[in-house]
């Protein structure tokens, strides 16, 4: 039967807009509104080329954040992570781009609470004996204190950005065991690398109880810690505060690798 051209018309205006709405729709579910939370590790401290308006937060070009921002052209982006961040400060001064629409959040946080920076300096300069019970302290405050600061942080997230995916990046084990490498005694290494054991585990737990998805660095770091062949970490460097931190490449093949593998 043959449609009256009125009713065609109306028919052809339908379509148009029903059309018209979901490429709409689509255009908005596609949006993404990143956020970056964190400390040196998200930030890229030891990766060089820095912003320098980002002063003493070392935001680096080369930091996972930015890598992924500029691999996938998002809505909108906000490097907020800044070297020497806590849980605390994370809270008190990281959160404000956060809003129920940003749609990514990614965070790596943690290891300064922990005190990273003074048990690494403990184990470089002191005994065996005196690092280890530097490292036991850590994992002391690890087991006790941490997951009730991480938990803190991660809601404050998750209330201010309801509708956000939350990654959570954790951190390398710092060195491969072998027989023979300059530096650190292998007393302190394995002591050192228990510790990160026990801070990831304690991160996993935390991103679990907040039902956020947990990307782990460690396969990517595999065969890369200090003492291998091919590291990706800066070992006892020049700034100083760069040791121990993710090189270039270690924040291109390890941890925008491992945040890839997620999203």
């Known amino acids: 039967m043959r449609v009256p051209r009125p009713l065609a018309l109306t028919a052809a205006c339908t379509v148009a807009i029903t059309a018209g709405m979901t490429a709409a729709a689509q255009s908005a ?12 590790y998200a930030s890229g401290l030891g990766a060089g080329s820095y912003d320098s308006a980002s002063g003493n937060c070392k935001r680096s070009n080369n930091a996972y954040p930015k890598l992924w921002a500029i691999a996938n ?15 605390t400060s994370v809270m008190n001064g990281q959160l404000g781009p956060l809003n129920s629409g940003t749609t990514l959040v990614t965070v790596t946080v943690g290891g300064n609470d922990a005190g990273f920076a003074s048990v690494m300096e403990t184990c470089v300069l002191s005994s065996d004996s005196t690092c280890i019970n530097a490292v036991n302290n850590a994992k002391n405050f690890m087991t006790n204190q941490l997951p009730g600061r991480l938990d803190s942080v991660y809601g404050a997230i998750r209330s201010k950005a309801p509708n956000a995916r939350v990654v959570v990046l954790d951190y390398p084990r710092l060195y491969k065991i072998v027989s023979v490498c300059v530096g650190l005694s292998n007393t302190k290494r ?3 690398n228990g510790a990160a054991d026990l801070l990831d585990s304690v991160i996993a737990s935390a991103s679990s109880r907040a039902s956020f998805t947990l990307s782990g660095v460690r396969d990517e770091f595999s065969g890369h810690e200090l003492c291998s062949a091919d590291g990706w970490l800066n070992s006892v460097t020049w700034p100083i505060e760069h040791s121990y931190h993710p090189t270039a490449l270690g924040q291109r093949s390890g941890y925008y690798a491992a945040l890839n593998s997620t999203i």
């Open 73 to 87: 052209s998002p809505t909108s982006f906000q490097f907020a992570a800044c070297s020497g961040a806590t849980t």
């Open 29 to 40: 579910s596609a949006a993404v509104n990143y956020v970056a939370l964190g400390d040196s």
């Open 190 to 192: 394995n002591a050192l």
